[in-house]
């Protein structure tokens, strides 16, 4: 695939199912996990424009930071703290509207109002890695969101562990 992102789209749905295919595209084949997920954040912040996208890595029983877009963050997660610690712990999506409003959130950014966070499975059924978006927009989030990341979450499993 070439390295740009085709998006004709406007609605978010449309913009979503327009990116997947061109995401699948970009990482298949490419055997770098660290290479596949820098791309992957660099086109949910491309086609969205959030406030910032990344990937945790569970290393050592914390969650470590990994590719990113967006200002600089919290480098490590203790399991069940915070959003991405919670859905790592409970191996489920994390949509949150308001983040203030969360118990136990850390905030890396006080600019950031929601947050979605993508629990990532290994072909073991163990959780490998979390998603982290974050939007400086409060209830920036929804079922449409939910339902595209957990398929980008598939394909990355598919194609990268």
């Given at each position: 695939m070439a390295e740009t992102l085709f998006l004709s789209k406007t609605d978010k749905a449309?913009?979503?199912?327009?990116?997947?295919?061109?995401?699948?595209a970009l990482i298949q084949g490419e055997p770098d996990?660290?290479?596949?997920l820098a791309n992957?954040?660099?086109?949910?912040?491309?086609?969205?424009g959030f406030f910032w996208v990344g990937f945790y890595e569970v290393k050592a029983?914390?969650?470590?930071?990994?590719?990113?877009?967006?200002?600089?963050?919290?480098?490590?997660?203790?399991?069940?703290?915070?959003?991405?610690?919670?859905?790592?712990?409970?191996?489920?999506?994390?949509?949150?509207?308001?983040?203030?409003?969360?118990?136990?959130h850390i905030a890396c950014s006080s600019a950031a109002r929601s947050e979605?966070?993508?629990?990532?499975?290994?072909k073991d059924g163990e959780v490998r890695l979390?998603?982290?978006v974050d939007s400086d927009l409060l209830n920036d989030?929804?079922?449409?969101?939910?339902?595209?990341?957990?398929?980008?979450?598939?394909l990355i499993t598919r194609a990268c562990l």
């Amino acid at each position: 695939m070439a390295e740009t992102l085709f998006l004709s789209k406007t609605d978010k749905a449309g913009r979503y199912a327009e990116l997947l295919p061109q995401i699948s595209a970009l990482i298949q084949g490419e055997p770098d996990l660290t290479a596949n997920l820098a791309n992957v954040a660099a086109a949910l912040k491309e086609a969205f424009g959030f406030f910032w996208v990344g990937f945790y890595e569970v290393k050592a029983e914390q969650l470590v930071l990994g590719p990113f877009q967006g200002p600089v963050a919290c480098t490590r997660i203790a399991r069940g703290k915070g959003v991405c610690g919670t859905a790592w712990a409970e191996k489920r999506i994390q949509l949150v509207t308001d983040v203030a409003a969360f118990p136990g959130h850390i905030a890396c950014s006080s600019a950031a109002r929601s947050e979605i966070v993508v629990p990532v499975f290994g072909k073991d059924g163990e959780v490998r890695l979390v998603l982290d978006v974050d939007s400086d927009l409060l209830n920036d989030f929804d079922s449409v969101d939910q339902q595209y990341l957990d398929q980008l979450s598939d394909l990355i499993t598919r194609a990268c562990l």
